[in-house]
């Protein structure tokens, strides 16, 4: 009988050190074309091999944020999805079939603030699930995310920038760009113009988008601005002047394409918050 338990116990010591050994050999290679940081290496190991390396405990059907003693106590920007399922194209580097989906890109942008030094809050609460609970279609998505939006703003009156992140669903042809050979995801900006105080909210999305211009022009589509039938037409954006609706890529865009462009909105946001610019 204690040879049994003894073989049992070896077995499952051996199976941790073979799925170990798969892991980290699948981040050294992911991390060759993503160049993954030690926080998201910690995000990627809790939530797909449920191996703990932090003590903070993690709430259920949520992505756990792995904290770390550099990053600033006081949030100055709010990432939240008002679609949350909006998913990227799957790839062949995806071996743990993980979902590639724009609050997954919320994440990646957050560890890319927060290594320039920005207090960013990912909102984690399941928006679809509050839908749900509450009898909400659709086209009320934005009221539940405004819903969280105030609540966030609430507890961290220090936020400066809310940005609500999508992806499009145009062709891999008009989503995606090439720079010195590097493939990047193009960034949309979307403007609500049945909001009054639209003015207000196209400076600092237009001072975004002119950064990005100078960085590459074919790394920016534009400002979209959208009224009438059949759009939201305020997209929140009523709520503060720096409330940011960006659509990075689309649906046929991969992650690290994503990711790419991220690293370049990261330093742009920097550049404002620390500079003070007036837009």
Do not use: C
């Amino acid at each position: 009988m204690e040879k049994v338990k003894f073989k049992r116990k070896r077995f499952k010591l051996l199976k941790k050190i073979f799925l170990l050994i798969i892991f980290f050999t699948f981040i050294y290679f992911i991390g060759s074309r993503i160049k993954l940081s030690h926080k998201y290496i910690k995000f990627l190991t809790n939530t797909y091999l449920d191996i703990k390396l932090t003590e903070n405990p993690v709430k259920e059907n949520t992505i756990p944020v792995v904290k770390d003693e550099n990053i600033p106590q006081q949030y100055q920007v709010y990432i939240y999805n008002t679609h949350p399922k909006e998913i990227y194209s799957y790839q062949k580097l995806n071996n743990y079939n993980l979902d590639y989906n724009v609050n997954y890109a919320a994440h990646m942008f957050s560890f890319y603030l927060e290594d320039e030094g920005i207090g960013t809050l990912v909102e984690d609460n399941d928006i679809t699930a509050y839908m749900n609970s509450n009898n909400m279609n659709y086209y009320e998505s934005y009221l539940a995310s405004r819903h969280f939006l105030e609540q966030s703003y609430a507890q961290y009156p220090d936020l400066e920038i809310f940005i609500d992140l999508h992806r499009d669903a145009a062709p891999y042809e008009a989503t995606t760009t090439t720079i010195d050979g590097k493939k990047y995801a193009r960034v949309l900006f979307i403007l609500g113009l049945e909001n009054p105080n639209y003015v207000e909210n196209s400076k600092l999305i237009n001072y975004l988008n002119d950064k990005l211009k100078s960085f590459e022009p074919s790394l920016t589509r534009g400002i979209m601005e959208k009224e009438g039938d059949g759009v939201d037409g305020v997209y929140n954006q009523d709520f503060n002047s720096h409330v940011i609706l960006i659509e990075v890529g689309g649906s046929y865009n991969y992650i690290d394409e994503v990711d790419n462009t991220l690293k370049v909105l990261a330093k742009i946001i920097k550049e404002y918050i620390k500079t003070g610019e007036e837009v």
